[in-house]
């Protein structure tokens, strides 16, 4: 009998409240949550999720609950208070439970001077609920939970769809599972998780969906490599850069993946042919992810840590069939996975990308053969990171054709995707593909 009991929901307040305060400082959701005792971590990562799709409201209802900012960690605790507490019908708990909590985590914490504070602001906000609401309500950023400037590149670059975007990017997306071909089928998977109480359901080619989240490494087939995590969206890499390739007589296809941690599209790319890969990624660190995750699946790649751009560090000379370039981007498409980016982003960043995405797509296309191939991809859904350096590759590239590429995949849910040209109906996150063959000048 398990008699361990769950701690206190005081503690997973100050736990949460002391990440929300990094993130807010400009630190990633995943490195905030790895200072956090493991024994808080599941609990703190279900919480600061939640005040991250809610920051925007919560923020807008504390300016009106207080005419000045508190001390940040102070802001801290009362930012995701409101954000678990404004909308009873998503709220994890009931409002008087969050409210007795948060007062008392401020009381038991670093905030026991303000605790004061903290519990007549929020026992404020319970009396004046709906008008509160209403008021924060005519702030957009509080409205669409995402900051000032993204709300207004996307109502210009997507002037029908935006409200459906942003909307989908506020819900959790589900768990979305890749069968590794060389271990299983989607049938048999979906069966042996059907078997242990899992509901799962087919979603493309080789994908399972499982519409409620759980511990990836306690489902069955993990240790064995029968499956990986990878989103709808994302598995559509490696069978759009495969699919008609010329296969060589005489050796494997000699593929590269340019910027490949940590080795999801990598893996892929393996299962679906025998072909001798190579995997770069800056960072030695995200290397040993690709190892560890093509040992799990049993697959082998030449991994190397080396700036895909600085060619002559790490070329052979040797030309390559097809190249994936899943360059480095804003993320603003995989918001429903990592709540914690839209606020992380800035406006400037997205010219200092773009920059960093022509660089590489200048250096490795002298790499590709003739007749080859180049799969530009970027996690994005704003058009400078997608469609625009396309354009702008071609019109310098009369060498390059374009092929049929699904381009912009818009973040949706399969219960109410917006009717966006050219996406298809399915629970994906947002991404853009564009598929490059090579002629002759």
Not at 109 to 135: I, K, M, P, T, Y
Not at 150 to 166: N, T
Not at 261 to 269: E, W
Request: a positive charge; proline letters at 8%; one cysteine or more.
């Amino acid at each position: 009998m398990n008699t361990t009991q769950a701690p206190p929901l005081w503690r997973q307040l100050q736990a949460t409240a002391t990440a929300l305060q990094a993130v807010r400082a400009g630190q990633s959701a995943t490195t905030a949550l790895a200072a956090v005792a493991p024994a808080f971590r599941p609990a703190a990562q279900a919480l600061l999720f939640h005040a991250l799709r809610q920051l925007g409201r919560a923020e807008a209802l504390r300016s009106l609950l207080a005419k000045r900012p508190p001390a940040p960690a102070v802001d801290a605790l009362l930012c995701l208070a409101l954000a678990l507490v404004w909308d009873e019908a998503q709220a994890p708990y009931t409002p008087f439970t969050l409210v007795d909590q948060a007062v008392e985590a401020a009381r038991r914490g670093g905030a026991r001077a303000q605790s004061g504070f903290v519990n007549a602001c929020l026992r404020r906000f319970l009396r004046e609920r709906d008008a509160l609401v209403a008021a924060s309500a005519r702030d957009p950023v509080a409205q669409w939970n995402h900051p000032r400037w993204w709300i207004a590149r996307m109502q210009r670059d997507w002037p029908q769809d935006w409200q459906a975007v942003l909307q989908a990017s506020d819900h959790a997306a589900p768990l979305t599972l890749r069968v590794n071909r060389r271990r299983s089928t989607v049938a048999a998977m979906q069966a042996r998780l059907q078997a242990e109480g899992i509901a799962a359901q087919p979603i493309g080619d080789e994908g399972l969906l499982l519409p409620r989240p759980r511990p990836v490494p306690e489902l069955p087939g993990y240790a064995e490599g029968a499956w990986s995590v990878q989103d709808a969206a994302a598995q559509l890499a490696a069978p759009l850069l495969l699919q008609g390739l010329a296969r060589p007589a005489d050796r494997p296809l000699r593929l590269l993946d340019a910027c490949a941690a940590p080795g999801g599209k990598t893996a892929h790319l393996l299962e679906c042919a025998d072909a001798a890969l190579t995997a770069l990624d800056v960072d030695p660190a995200r290397c040993a992810r690709i190892h560890e995750n093509l040992a799990r699946l049993g697959l082998a790649a030449e991994v190397r840590a080396a700036d895909a751009a600085e060619v002559a560090t790490w070329w052979d000379g040797r030309p390559f069939d097809a190249i994936l370039l899943d360059a480095p981007c804003s993320a603003s498409g995989i918001v429903r996975r990592h709540p914690d980016v839209r606020w992380l982003r800035r406006e400037s960043d997205i010219a200092q990308l773009v920059v960093q995405q022509d660089r590489l797509l200048q250096a490795l296309w002298p790499l590709v053969a003739p007749g080859g191939r180049l799969l530009f991809a970027t996690c994005s859904v704003f058009p400078a990171e997608g469609r625009e350096r396309i354009e702008t590759f071609l019109a310098h590239h009369s060498e390059a054709r374009l092929l049929p590429s699904p381009g912009h995949l818009i973040p949706c849910s399969a219960a109410g995707a917006p009717a966006v040209p050219d996406n298809r109906p399915r629970d994906n996150d947002g991404f853009f593909y564009s598929l490059l063959e090579k002629g002759p000048r």
